[in-house]
C-alpha cells in the first residue's frame, strides 16, 4: 500500500465550478501536511499548507481529518489557469522529506 | 538568481555511461533534498542532506547512485553504468534549517534519457 495515496482523475470541471478531492495518508504519524501543484513539465510549487483547523487561501480550502487520515482540497470558482495536477504531500519523519501522492489531474474547461 | 538551479536541463546518454546532475540550491538554505519523477510514477524521494552530511540516503535505489555536497551548497548526484530504467526527472530542492519554515522550493529539474 502507498503511504499517500490520490484520485488520479481526472477531474473535469467547468470554469466557474467548484471541485474537491481527497488524499489518504497511512501514517498516523504523519506531521506535516501540503498541497503542492504541478503543470506539464515542470517543477512542483507550494500551493498551501494544511493545518488541523482547516485553512483557506482564496479560492481553495484544505482541510485535515487526523481520525481518518485523510486531506482536501476544494477550488471555488475554478479558473483555466487551475488546470494542473495537484499533489498531495506528507511529511513524516525529522529530516522534513517529502513524501508524495500521485497527484490528483484538474482539467478546467470553457 | 533567487530560486533553485539544476544542470543540465536535459541529457540523453547511452546505457551504461555515468551522468552527473548538479544542483545549486538557494543562499542560506542549508538542507537540500533529492527526489526523482518517473513516468507514470510519483514523486519518490533519493537523498537528504544538511549541510554537507547525508543523514538519509534510504531512497537511493541501488549503489550505482551517490551523491555529495560541498561547502554546504552545491550538490552533486551521479549515476554510474547507466540503465534505461534510471530515466526520468530529477528534482532538487531545498528548504531553511530543520526547524524553520519546511516550505521546499524545487528546481527545475533535469530530464535524463538512457538509451
Known amino acids: 500500500r502507498k503511504e499517500v495515496e490520490q484520485d488520479p482523475g481526472p477531474f473535469n470541471v467547468p470554469e466557474g465550478a467548484t471541485v474537491a478531492f481527497n488524499c489518504t495518508y497511512s501514517n498516523s504519524a504523519s506531521q506535516s501536511f501540503f498541497w503542492y501543484r504541478q503543470d506539464c513539465r515542470k517543477e512542483p510549487k507550494l500551493l498551501m499548507s494544511v493545518y488541523s483547523s482547516g485553512n483557506e487561501d482564496g479560492r481553495f480550502t484544505a482541510q485535515l481529518n487526523r481520525a481518518s487520515q485523510y486531506i482536501s482540497l476544494l477550488i471555488r470558482d475554478s479558473k483555466l489557469s487551475d488546470s494542473a495536477t495537484y499533489l498531495c504531500v506528507v511529511i513524516t519523519d525529522s529530516w522534513g522529506k517529502l513524501q508524495f501522492g500521485a497527484g490528483t489531474q484538474v482539467v478546467v474547461t470553457p | 538568481g533567487a530560486g533553485v538551479s539544476q544542470s543540465p536541463s536535459n541529457k540523453v546518454t547511452e546505457k551504461g555511461k555515468d551522468v552527473e546532475l548538479r544542483c545549486d540550491p538557494i543562499s542560506g538554505h542549508t538542507a537540500l533534498y533529492w527526489y526523482r519523477q518517473s513516468l507514470g510514477q510519483g514523486l519518490e524521494f533519493l537523498i537528504y542532506?544538511?549541510?554537507?552530511?547525508?543523514?538519509?540516503k534510504s531512497g537511493l535505489p541501488s549503489d550505482r547512485f551517490s551523491a555529495e555536497r560541498t561547502g554546504g551548497s552545491v550538490s552533486t548526484l551521479t549515476i554510474q553504468r547507466t540503465q534505461q530504467e534510471d530515466s526520468a526527472v530529477y528534482l532538487c530542492?531545498?528548504?531553511?534549517?530543520?526547524?524553520?519554515?519546511?516550505?521546499?522550493?524545487f528546481g527545475p529539474g533535469t530530464r535524463l534519457l538512457v538509451l
Open positions: 530542492a531545498s528548504r531553511r534549517p530543520i526547524g524553520g519554515p519546511e516550505t521546499q522550493y
Open positions: 542532506f544538511q549541510g554537507n552530511s547525508a543523514p538519509d
